[in-house]
Nanobody, 119 residues
């Protein structure tokens, strides 16, 4: 069993920065990929960024502004969000994954943390 907890989030003005952190606890030995998703009101949950073996991927909307990183301990990840925009407002979820190639075998979700960007 794996429990995932996100930290950070909150209220920011446009152009400001926020940092999200994620920690997975429990049977984390098989986790080999970390990802951040977000879900805005009335929209589907979307992948924001992912990292596996140091390789990162970003959705186009956040490229150049967000940076995902992972720690030496399995199941830890951060999302540094710079130059925030109102359209970044969403609940952000961490997903700790066990993958084989591109296939997700298991994915464990956190409870989500609210990010609101408003002046």
């Amino acid at each position: 069993q794996v429990q995932v907890v996100e930290y950070g989030g909150g209220l920011a003005q446009p152009g400001e920065s926020l940092n999200l952190s994620c920690t997975a606890r429990g049977s984390v030995f098989s986790i080999n990929k970390m990802a951040w998703f977000r879900q805005a009101p009335g929209k589907q949950r979307e992948l924001v960024a992912s990292i596996k073996n140091g390789n990162t991927n970003y959705t186009d909307a956040v490229k150049g502004r967000f940076t995902i990183s992972s720690g030496n301990t399995k199941g830890t990840a951060w999302l540094q969000m710079n130059d925030l925009k109102p359209e970044d407002t969403a609940v952000y979820y961490c997903n700790a994954q066990t993958t084989a190639g591109t296939m997700v075998i298991y994915g464990y979700w956190g409870q989500g943390t609210q990010v609101t960007v408003s002046s």
